[in-house]
């Protein structure tokens, strides 16, 4: 699916505009930092790679050393190129309806970092405004069909809407500090030194919260 390969683009540019990396080490950082890739595959992460070098975003350089358990790819470290990380700011600097939904979502707020406090701000309100629209189609369905449903049913919609109604909340508190933020930003466009929020300090496992799903971390 090209939605879930240009999620993957996304998150490995980011990843190496912190530093280069060896594939090994690149594979353990998405599985670390992005909950929805912890079965990604070499299998996966390898043409994501070819093609992004293809592009000319990244290029890789053959080191010679690596883990003692991988092949010679191992070996080779990637690292964005400038064209790559001009792609890579459009890419973040983007706040359309794609970056609402729930894959799209994840990865963008992984690296809230590099996004600048205005587009944050817009993806943040634009994620509330479409889980809104969902928690309020979930309480319409529920309602017209709860003689219907047997206990358990009727429990799966009740836990599925505590959810969404629990990322509304955390969404209402990002907003309100990222217009912090917003106000506290000094006139070369960076935010101020208090009051910001670190993307890794308040989502480490961002989850893509569904009315249906069960099995998503709630959050306290």
Not at 112 to 121: I, K, S
Not at 161 to 186: F, H, K, Q, S
Request: hydrophobic share 35%; with cysteine; aromatic share 6%.
């Amino acid at each position: 699916m090209r939605s879930r390969t240009e999620v993957l683009e996304t998150a490995v540019l980011g990843l190496l505009h912190e530093s280069p990396m060896h594939g090994y080490e690149l594979r353990k950082r998405l599985n670390l930092v992005l909950g929805s890739f912890r079965a990604l595959s070499y299998g996966s992460l390898y043409p994501c790679l070819r093609a992004l070098v293809a592009q000319g975003w990244i290029e890789g350089t053959d080191t010679g050393d690596g883990p003692a358990v991988s092949t010679k790819r191992a070996r080779i470290v990637y690292e964005l190129t400038t064209e790559g990380k001009e792609h890579l700011g459009a890419l973040l600097a983007t706040s359309g309806p794609a970056a609402w939904e729930d894959e799209q979502f994840d990865v963008r707020f992984a690296f809230f970092g590099q996004t600048d406090a205005e587009t944050r701000l817009r993806i943040l309100e634009g994620r509330r405004s479409r889980l809104t629209e969902r928690l309020e189609s979930v309480r319409q369905s529920v309602a017209r069909t709860r003689e219907r449903m047997d206990e358990y049913t009727l429990e799966l919609q009740r836990h599925g809407l505590d959810l969404v109604e629990r990322e509304v909340r955390w969404l209402d508190e990002l907003i309100d500090n990222e217009r912090g933020v917003r106000r506290a930003t000094p006139g070369d466009g960076r935010p101020a030194a208090t009051g910001t929020t670190d993307a890794s300090d308040v989502r480490q496992d961002p989850p893509a919260l569904d009315a249906g799903r069960t099995t998503q971390k709630e959050r306290g």
